[in-house]
């Protein structure tokens, strides 16, 4: 099951929620509000994949990256070993286990991933979702296509760090990621999100 858990986050629904009344414009806004002291961060996760009937299929964890706008670096390290790695250009899919590594061109068009949304940038969210504010602090993002691969995504912040992420697929199966230990005092910088493939994976790449 680790491949469905995982393409959720490489790929790009929508159930009844009691939100606060607010204009589409005024939640972008405090969305990008709470966004906004994130420039750099990292931490660790755990993600749990739970089926169309609410039972859980699969657990995983590892630890995580972001330098806005546009880097992130996502490491799963147990049970599969797994990394995504993305910089303005491409993304990078490297799993360890199969000595594979796929680069995809990054797009902020309607193929963006639930990682690009917590580095991309406010006229990007604007012309992609629809921003619903469900309290402080807590969003429903819902594509405006249908390309994105997902059908909503809802994302908890407080105290200026990450507290979870919930994605739900087309196929009503859904990815809850919490986020700890984040710390956005650290330094970061481009090179930290280089990729160089092992000489010995097979290499995919998806933009030739």
């Not at 995982?6 to 939100?19: P, Q």
């Not at 790695?85 to 590594?101: K, M, N, Q, V």
């Not at 995504?153 to 230990?181: E, G, K």
Request: hydrophobic share 40%; glycine share 6%.
């Amino acid at each position: 099951m680790k491949s469905l858990s995982f393409t959720l986050l490489l790929t790009g629904f929508s159930c009844l929620s009691f939100a606060q009344s607010s204009s589409p414009d005024n939640a972008i806004d405090a969305l990008l509000d709470a966004l906004a002291p994130l420039d750099q961060l990292q931490g660790e996760f755990t993600q749990r994949q739970y089926g169309s009937r609410g039972e859980l299929l699969t657990e995983s964890g590892g630890t995580f990256r972001l330098l806005r706008p546009g880097y992130f670096s996502w490491e799963i390290q147990q049970p599969d070993r797994q990394l995504i790695i993305a910089g303005p250009e491409y993304l990078w899919h490297h799993d360890r286990d199969l000595e594979t590594a796929t680069r995809r061109p990054v797009t902020t068009g309607a193929e963006w991933t639930p990682l690009q949304i917590l580095g991309g940038d406010g006229s990007a969210l604007r012309e992609n979702f629809a921003v619903v504010q469900l309290e402080p602090g807590r969003f429903e993002l819902t594509p405006l296509t249908p390309q994105m691969g997902f059908k909503q995504l809802n994302l908890t912040l407080d105290a200026d760090s990450l507290r979870q992420m919930v994605i739900h697929d087309t196929l009503d199966q859904s990815v809850v990621i919490d986020f700890f230990l984040a710390d956005s005092a650290v330094t970061l910088t481009a090179s930290d999100f280089a990729f160089n493939p092992p000489a010995e994976a097979d290499l995919f790449y998806h933009d030739e």
